[in-house]
T-cell receptor, first 116, second 114 residues
Framework: GENVEQHPSTLSVQEGDSAVIKCTYS??????FPWYKQELGKGPQLIID?????GEKKDQRIAVTLNKTAKHFSLHITETQPEDSAVYFC???????????????FGQGTILTVHP | EAEVAQSPRYKITEKSQAVAFWCDPI?????LYWYRQILGQGPELLVQ????????DSQLPKDRFSAERLKGVDSTLKIQPAELGDSAMYLC????????????FGPGTRLTVL
């Protein structure tokens, strides 16, 4: 099955700096890669996602890049703010062929702390 | 904005007792998922429903866990009997058509087994 590795496990930055979180996946057929932000005591919230036919996607201060050859994808947060502090999870799924039964596999999470 | 609803938010129980969690997905979403999240880890899928049918329960400990979605809308996850190792966050998610679509998560139920 799919295996997703996420690094770093913790990341501490100063307000205004950029933050980068990287993930690698094992199943070359994976074709959908969402990123979730989870605040303490809450469920994961989707912040951005990318599909395998796209190399990069941006939404305001957040961007995701995908390298299918190397099987890795990254989350980039620019101009970080204290409210960006949370746990971030990457995930991958193989939904090739339109099957409904692909399973979303999550990375281990990155605790991001943005210091004012 | 439509959200996935879960209840209760917190549950404390003693081992060997039965517990049940309820989930109401976003209206119109055909696929419903139950995940378990152990502290410090990512969510892991327990069971996936497509409408009222189970399509993946390979990671569900069937000797003690059961899940149903009788009318293809809301769902219940049950644990009987609960064990100490079941302490975790239980998350429900839903997606519009299938697992290739965006999955939206509820707030979760934090279970503590004493």
């Amino acid at each position: 099955g799919e295996n997703v590795e996420q690094h770093p496990s913790t990341l501490s930055v100063q307000e205004g700096d950029s933050a980068v979180i990287k993930c690698t996946y094992s199943d070359s057929a994976s074709n959908y890669f969402p990123w979730y932000k989870q605040e303490l005591g809450k469920g994961p919230q989707l912040i951005i996602d990318i599909r395998s036919n796209v190399g990069e996607k941006k939404d305001q201060r957040i961007a995701v890049t995908l390298n299918k050859t190397a099987k890795h994808f990254s989350l980039h947060i620019t101009e970080t703010q204290p409210e960006d502090s949370a746990v971030y999870f990457c995930a991958a799924i193989n939904n090739a062929g339109g099957t409904s039964y692909g399973k979303l596999t999550f990375g281990q999470g990155t605790i991001l702390t943005v210091h004012p | 904005e439509a959200e996935v609803a879960q209840s209760p938010r917190y549950k404390i129980t003693e081992k060997s007792q039965a517990v049940a969690f309820w989930c109401d997905p976003i209206s119109g979403h055909a696929t419903l998922y139950w995940y378990r999240q152990i502290l410090g880890q990512g969510p892991e899928l327990l069971v996936q429903f497509q409408d009222e049918s189970v399509v993946d329960d390979s990671q569900l400990p069937k000797d003690r866990f059961s899940a149903e979605r009788l009318k293809g809308v809301d769902s219940t996850l049950k644990i009987q009997p609960a064990e100490l190792g079941d302490s975790a966050m239980y998350l429900c998610a839903s997606s519009f058509v299938d697992s290739g679509d965006t999955q939206y998560f509820g707030p979760g139920t934090r279970l503590t087994v004493l």
